[in-house]
């Protein structure tokens, strides 16, 4: 978020939102496509002028490449410009097109840059939000009434809730969202609920990051200023969890003494309870009431305590069917709050944030400790000055590489930087983190050693450090084994129907046609996603095979909501 006044963009094919945001909220500045300073409202070359805001996706791009420093989207729903600027689609309905380009325009938003808030602004009351959500996560869906001072109230009021929202992510925590759609939507969610009483159920599988986002994202936002207390109950005796949670008496069971349980050390702040699914029954009877009255009770004792505590809850498990089988209470997991649970994404299914992953992972491990003295030895060995620094760079994208401006760049191969992004990640981000880390302590380790005989690079080649190939394909082999095809999910083995015809040919186009309808579903539409998941490489024509393929199979891009209704 920019420094000083927030800055919106508008996207409308007409000027009515533009004039709105330019008459009642003049406490922002606007990106626009001219280089007159502003803000317009002052401007002498404003009557007439159509550079005040983007009229269609391609103008939306020229405004934002020009303003970095964007906050916030103001993106209108319906476009009626004419088709060769409407953004490429396989809806046959031209008006439909047209009524529902802002929808697509986001989903083309999320793609660049997922990260961007955007408010969805419409006067058509049949829109339906799902269209929104279904377009990759709006951060705001604003319906208006169409008086003017009434409804740049409300527009002021969603752009407020965006940037508090923004203000309130704790980037300096260390937790990194990337672009993917999937993460816009998690903090977006996850900041919203943190602010309220509600406990919260997260939802991953291992090493998806589940308690760095309890942990720095939403504890801080909470504003509690009670402390963040973690339990991994996995890693407690089941006999032993409830005294771990509740604390005890002296006399309650043999060499039990008073003690305070986690729920009392965590009041006034957050309690973040990893593997929820493990708790015993009595455990989760206790955890019940607990939830219910804000109130527990030490085991020995009789009197309740009271306790304040915002619950985070994670687990790997399915908890619905662990209720169906009578191993978790019904009422404690609706009392966690299931219907907004937070879905951590699993890495496979954020390949395109794998890079950013990347770089974060070298500077977080050389940031401090045994290898941050590592790499200040290196440069001072060889001759490097300035504080210990280091950032990632990928070799083969066209161009001399050249040496960081300071501290020490660790080359990676565009090849295998292609190698990590075809492994499975079972592991998933964490998987990632040890790999990366591993990489860079060998290739600093190498590097060292070779500097302190004098076989090193001098001068400003010694600023960088090539990550060789062969260790990462080493690296990657000595990972635990990809899971079970029934594990997978999305990018793993599946069934199909095999269909008898005429014709091997016939046969093998059926399955085909089968494979592109599941990828379709799975991705959202999302032809790039689907070209990741077959061809190997980062091929950038590859979505437009994948499409053309597509289409040759007969199958139709439609996405699922829009059956059935009206256009």
Request: net charge neutral.
């Amino acid at each position: 978020m920019s420094a000083t006044r927030p800055k919106l963009l508008v996207v409308d094919d007409g000027d009515r939102y533009v004039e709105l945001a330019h008459a009642f909220l003049r406490d922002y500045d606007y990106a626009t496509r001219c280089d007159q300073p502003g803000p317009c409202w002052e401007c002498a070359r404003r009557s007439g002028c159509t550079l005040t805001h983007a009229h269609d996706a391609r103008e939306a791009e020229e405004a934002l490449a020009r303003h970095r420093d964007v906050d916030v989207v103001l993106l209108d729903v319906a476009f009626d410009v004419p088709e060769e600027r409407l953004l490429p689609s396989d809806e046959p309905d031209l008006e439909r097109r047209r009524r529902l380009q802002g929808i697509d325009i986001l989903a083309h938003l999320r793609r660049a840059r997922g990260e961007l808030p955007v408010v969805l602004m419409t006067s058509e009351e049949e829109i339906a939000f799902e269209d929104a959500a279904e377009a990759l996560s709006v951060d705001e869906f604003a319906t208006l009434a169409g008086e003017a001072a009434y409804d740049a109230r409300a527009l002021s009021l969603l752009v407020e809730r965006v940037l508090a929202r923004r203000r309130d992510s704790p980037e300096a925590g260390g937790y990194t969202w990337g672009g993917a759609a999937a993460m816009a939507r998690l903090r977006r969610d996850a900041l919203a609920l943190a602010r309220t009483s509600l406990p919260m159920l997260v939802l991953g599988e291992t090493g998806t990051g589940k308690s760095a986002l309890a942990e720095r994202v939403i504890h801080p936002a909470t504003r509690r200023s009670g402390p963040f207390v973690a339990v991994d109950l996995a890693a407690i005796p089941e006999t032993l969890i409830a005294s771990e949670l509740f604390g005890t008496t002296r006399g309650a069971f043999s060499g039990a003494v008073d003690r305070r349980g986690r729920f009392e050390e965590a009041s006034g702040g957050t309690l973040f309870l990893d593997e929820i699914g493990n708790l015993p029954p009595e455990a989760q009877r206790m955890l019940l009431l607990a939830l219910q009255d804000g109130r527990i009770t030490r085991l020995g004792e009789t009197t309740p305590r009271a306790v304040d505590v915002k619950l985070i809850a994670a687990t790997n498990a399915d908890l619905r069917a662990k209720v169906t089988s009578g191993a978790f209470r019904a009422d404690l997991y609706a009392r966690l709050n299931p219907a907004a649970r937070l879905v951590v994404p699993p890495l496979r299914d954020r390949l395109e944030d794998l890079e950013e992953l990347a770089h974060v992972f070298v500077r977080r491990k050389l940031a401090a400790g045994a290898d941050r003295a590592l790499l200040a030895e290196y440069m001072e060995v060889a001759g490097i000055r300035g504080a210990p620094h280091a950032e990632l760079r990928i070799a083969g994208r066209g161009g001399a590489l050249k040496p960081p401006a300071r501290g020490v760049g660790f080359v990676l191969a565009r090849s295998s930087l292609d190698e990590l992004m075809r492994h499975a990640w079972p592991g998933n981000v964490r998987e990632l983190e040890l790999l990366v880390a591993s990489a860079i302590v060998f290739a600093l380790s190498d590097a060292l050693e070779a500097a302190r005989e004098g076989r090193g690079a001098s001068g400003e080649p010694a600023r960088t450090i090539p990550i060789p190939a062969k260790l990462i394909r080493e690296l990657l082999g000595a990972l635990a084994p990809d899971v079970a095809p029934s594990e997978r999910g999305p990018r793993g083995a599946a069934s199909f129907d095999v269909r008898p015809g005429a014709s091997l040919h016939e046969v093998a186009r059926s399955l085909e046609a089968q494979l592109y309808e599941r990828l379709f579903a799975e991705t959202k539409g999302d032809f790039d996603a689907m070209a990741r998941r077959l061809l190997e490489g980062r091929d950038p024509s590859g979505a437009r095979r994948v499409r053309l393929r597509f289409n040759q199979l007969g199958l139709r891009a439609r996405k699922p909501s829009s059956r059935g209704r009206k256009s």
